[in-house]
């Protein structure tokens, strides 16, 4: 099992800037499998969705509305992630939720509020 810890949500004006971070820990076997890493995010009245992904190889994959605007990078321990996010808007108001996939299972933190005023 993998745990998951958040940091770096508040509260910015529409054009404005944020970075998240999401530090891993667990077993070093669990961290070893950790395949993936990504964010998702949950709107209010909207279901959970997928913002950006990077594979433990270095494949990124974005939702087509955070392209060219949000930027998803490891760090050099691989166990952590973080979340660029640039020229933000107030739909991307949301909590953001880190993942890693670690042997085939989901592992999920437990939230950082983004709030973009416009």
């Known amino acids: 099992q993998v745990q998951l810890v958040e940091s770096g949500g508040g509260l910015v004006q529409a054009g404005g800037s944020l970075r998240l971070s999401c530090a891993a820990s667990?077993?070093?076997?669990?961290?070893?499998?950790?395949?993936?890493m990504g964010w998702y995010r949950r709107a209010p009245g909207k279901e959970r969705e997928l913002v950006a992904t990077i594979t433990s190889g270095g494949n990124t994959n974005y939702a087509d509305s955070v392209k060219g605007r949000f930027t998803i990078s490891r760090g050099n321990a691989q166990n952590t992630v973080y979340l660029q996010m640039d020229s933000l808007n107030a739909e991307d108001t949301a909590i953001y939720y880190c993942n890693a996939v670690s042997r085939g299972a989901d592992n999920w933190g437990q939230g950082t509020q983004v709030t973009v005023s416009s």
């Open positions: 667990g077993s070093f076997f669990s961290l070893f499998r950790i395949s993936a």
